[in-house]
């Protein structure tokens, strides 16, 4: 299991479409909301699909 928290910086395995692929963790729960570093668009995932979807944490 991956072990991320809030304010965590991570990386997707896909880029958001402004080209960034480092991802900001802004709420945890059910669901992961995640900010974009770049454009700071906000996307909110369920958990099982942001466990797949994420590559590596950057920053604890």
């Known amino acids: ?9 991570v990386m ?5 479409p402004c080209g960034s692929n480092e991802f900001e963790i802004t709420r945890v729960g059910a669901d992961i909301k995640i900010k974009c570093c770049k454009c ?15 590559k590596k944490i950057i920053n604890f």
């Open 40 to 54: 700071g668009h906000t996307i909110m995932l369920p958990r099982i699909e942001f466990n797949r979807k994420i």
């Open 1 to 9: 299991m991956k072990e991320y928290k809030l304010g965590s910086i």
């Open 12 to 16: 997707m395995k896909k880029a958001h």
